[in-house]
Each structure stands twice: as structure tokens, then as C-alpha cells.
């Protein structure tokens, strides 16, 4: 297809997530990817800072991960799952409940992130209707956070961020604590204390992204506040749910965000990065205890099928996928990415017009004290030959963990010259 009509017809018909580019800004367009390469369509290069949303944890086309689907499809690519099951699925699960954290036993898995979420609340609300207490069907949930587009997992994002409020009245009524502070404070445990007792009779569950909140703003916060929550949720009969769909496999610089603080939740939730961002996957783990309230109760069992539910390819190059991340030592390779990112985005620390630089794992943050100019800061990156996408008040970067040390050093120099960018339209 030729470029101008391609560029058409994605116009007439095509849905962008958030809109279209803003202003004069084209979509890219990409032919092919490898490595953590991108291909467009006029010849260039650019280095990917965004592993395609976390996702992309190896890069593109990485030979184990395409022998892995080959492989798989050579057997079948989908068949219905539930009655039929067959060894992807399975081995799958059962490598997940391995790698997470105990007592994780029972694996649900879903097509994308916001179905996980979806999901961990329709279990922890079957949980309470199971045991006699409806009325348990409120969540409690941080300012800040983020858990996807269905309506579900909308009605616990930030209530000022965009999308919640563009659906404000429409979605069910939650309980919102301020987001926590980077460090543990007495003062805010002690809110969080009162709000999850105030609350206890009327809870389901609390609902939570450990250690990175986001999409809703990329904050990072202490680990204790996870212990500080599984203290409160046991003591007022409330489940507590990870949404790991963006921490998950090793983007923390741990395995998983809860492993920060050692602690298990009775519902997790995994996606993206779960097949290494070659298919679309999600799963939701949940505990012996609340499999069986869910499985014993009068109320049916919970209602909730997917079609394309342990799509066999998916499971394939997810466990392909798992397996290729825990085979070597992934930990150092997410410290070099961390360090090289702590190096590049130095210049950015007191620069004019940004108010913090942060990194975590292989996450690096540049909030700057203005909206960003998204034209302007998207296209000072490419013009170093860097994929970002800013947002908000945000330049960010999570490069795949096989970034060489000049991919990352590019990345960093991109980010700095795309926050000096925005700035200068400021004026
Ligand atoms: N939860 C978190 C923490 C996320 O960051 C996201 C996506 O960004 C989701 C859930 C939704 O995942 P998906 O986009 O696959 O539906």
C-alpha cells in the first residue's frame, strides 16, 4: 500500500488509543521490527524506548520466541479451551504459579490486561456473594493508578484522570485514598488505616499497582506500603489485588513488584510482558482460599469465558518467553539498563522546565513542570533516532532488557534533548 493512502485510510478508520497524534504529527509508520529496532517506511531506524508499552521485554523477532510460535503452529493455533485442554495452557499455568509469589495456585487467563483486572474483581466479588456478604463489593484503590479500559478496571482509575472522568456516574462508586508518598509515612498509613476500617463491611477487595503507579503517572513509591496493606486487608477481612500487568516480569528489577516486599496477595494479575509482547495474553493467579470461596458458594462459579482463552500460541511463546527471561541472569541485565538510563538522563537532573528525574529497574522517568508538547518532544526523540511516546506532564522510557549500552545511551540522550524540546516551546 502506498504511503498517502495508508495514511488515509488510517484517518477515515482507524482508532489510535488517546487519539491521534497530536498537531502536525503523522503516525509513524513501521514495516518491520527486530532487535530493538523499528522500521519505517521512509528507511530510518529508531531504537525503541518503549518495548511497545513494557511489553517487548526481548525485542523483536528474537529467534527462540519465533521458533517457539512456529513450533506451535506447526500443532494448532487455537483451539477452545475449558473441556479441551492441551499442554501449552497448562505448562504455562503451572510455571506461573512457580515464579509467583506463594500461595498463588489457580491461574485464569485472559486476553489482555484490563480482562485480568476484570476478572481478579469478579472473583473477589463472587468471593464475599459466596460467603454470605454481598454487600462486600466496593473497591478501595490510590489517586494515581491505572488498570485498564473496560469498565471494570476503569471505575479504579484515578477518578481525575481522564479517563475516569470522562465516564464519571456511569461506573460503580469506589473508595479512593490519596496516592502513597515516594517514602513510608506514619501520617499516610494511618489514613490508610482509617479509610480500610471505615470501609471493612462494605470492601471486597483492595486493588493496587505495587511500587509503579503507571499509566496514571509514573510514580514510584515504598515497598512497605504493600506490607502495611496485607497487614490491614487480613485484619479487616478484605482481599488484597496485585495488578502486576505492568511490573510483572522483571521491569522492577525484581521478578514481580510484590517480591520488593516479600509479601503475597490473594489475587494477581499478569500481562504484557507475559509473552514477551509477541501475543496478546493476560492471567489472573488467585489463592487456594479464594478459588474455593468462588467454587463453593450458591452463587454460580465465576462467570467468565473468554474465547481466545489459553490461545495456544499465546501460552507457547508465553512459557518460551518465561523461560528465555529466567535462563539467564536478567537481574544484571536490568541493573546495566538501570544505570545506563541513571547516566543518560543525569543531564536532565535541574535541567530548566523539569521537576524530577527518576529510575527504577529499567524505567526512567522525566516529569517536567509544564504538560509536555507532545509534537515537539516526540519529534526532537526521533530526530535522535529514539521511539518515545510522552504523555502528560511525562517524557518516559522502559527499553527492552537487550538494549545494548549505546541503545540505551541513545535512549537517554533522547529523552534529555525531548524534555529541552518541550521546554523551549514553553517559550
Ligand atoms: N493494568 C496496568 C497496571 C496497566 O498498565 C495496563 C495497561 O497499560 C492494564 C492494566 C491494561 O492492560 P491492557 O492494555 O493489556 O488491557
Not at 504455562?92 to 509467583?100: D, H, P, S
Request: proline share 6%; glycine share 10%.
Amino acid at each position: 500500500m502506498e504511503r498517502d493512502e495508508l495514511l488515509k485510510l488510517d484517518r477515515e478508520h482507524v482508532w489510535h488509543p488517546y487519539g491521534p497524534m497530536p498537531g502536525a504529527l503523522e503516525p509513524l509508520v513501521v514495516t518491520s521490527a527486530s532487535g530493538v529496532r523499528l522500521r519505517l517506511d521512509d528507511g530510518r531506524e529508531l531504537v525503541d524506548g518503549m518495548s511497545s508499552w513494557w511489553a517487548a521485554i526481548h525485542g523483536y523477532r528474537h529467534p527462540v520466541l519465533d521458533a517457539a510460535v512456529r513450533d506451535q503452529l506447526g500443532r494448532m493455533s487455537h483451539v477452545m479451551f475449558g473441556g479441551l485442554t492441551h499442554e501449552p495452557a497448562v505448562a504455562l499455568c503451572a510455571r506461573l504459579v512457580e515464579i509467583t509469589p506463594e500461595p498463588l495456585r489457580h491461574v485464569f487467563l485472559s486476553d489482555s490486561g484490563s480482562v485480568s483486572v476484570e476478572v481478579a474483581v469478579k472473583m473477589a466479588l463472587q468471593y464475599w456473594r459466596s460467603r454470605g456478604r454481598p454487600e462486600k463489593r466496593r473497591l478501595l484503590t490510590w489517586r494515581g493508578g491505572y488498570h485498564g479500559d473496560t469498565f471494570q478496571p476503569m471505575s479504579v482509575c484515578d477518578p481525575e484522570g481522564g479517563m475516569h472522568a470522562l465516564w464519571r456516574g456511569v461506573l460503580p462508586d469506589q473508595v479512593f485514598a490519596s496516592a502513597p508518598p515516594v517514602e513510608l509515612e506514619t501520617a499516610y498509613v494511618q489514613e490508610l488505616a482509617d479509610l480500610v476500617e471505615r470501609h471493612a463491611g462494605e470492601l471486597a477487595a483492595v486493588v493496587v499497582e505495587p511500587v509503579v503507579q503507571g499509566a496514571g503517572g509514573m510514580r514510584f513509591h515504598d515497598p512497605r506500603y504493600l506490607h502495611v496493606l496485607r497487614e490491614l486487608t487480613l485484619a479487616h477481612d478484605v482481599l488484597l489485588v496485585f495488578d502486576e500487568v505492568a511490573t510483572g516480569f522483571g521491569r522492577t528489577g525484581e521478578l514481580f513488584a510484590a517480591d520488593h516486599a516479600g509479601i503475597s496477595p490473594d489475587v494477581m494479575c499478569v500481562g504484557k510482558a507475559l509473552t514477551g509482547g509477541y501475543l496478546s495474553m493476560a492471567a489472573t493467579l488467585c489463592t487456594e482460599r479464594v478459588a474455593d470461596g468462588i467454587s463453593r458458594g450458591e452463587v454460580p462459579v465465576l462467570a467468565h469465558g473468554p474465547t481466545f482463552m489459553g490461545n495456544p500460541l499465546a501460552s507457547a511463546v508465553a512459557l518460551a518467553s518465561v523461560d528465555l527471561l529466567l535462563g539467564q541472569d536478567w537481574r544484571a541485565e536490568v541493573a546495566r539498563i538501570s544505570a545506563g538510563l541513571r547516566g543518560g538522563l543525569a543531564p536532565a537532573v535541574g535541567a530548566p522546565g523539569v521537576l524530577d528525574v527518576r529510575v527504577l529497574g529499567a524505567i526512567g522517568v522525566v516529569q517536567l513542570d509544564h504538560p509536555v508538547d507532545v509534537v515537539a518532544a516526540t519529534a526532537a526523540a526521533v530526530e535522535h533516532g529514539v521511539w518515545l511516546r510522552p504523555f502528560r506532564d511525562l517524557i518516559y522510557t522502559m527499553p527492552p532488557f537487550v538494549s545494548a549500552d549505546e541503545d540505551v545511551a541513545a535512549i537517554g540522550a533522547a529523552v534529555v534533548a525531548a524534555a529541552a524540546a518541550s521546554r523551549a516551546q514553553q517559550g
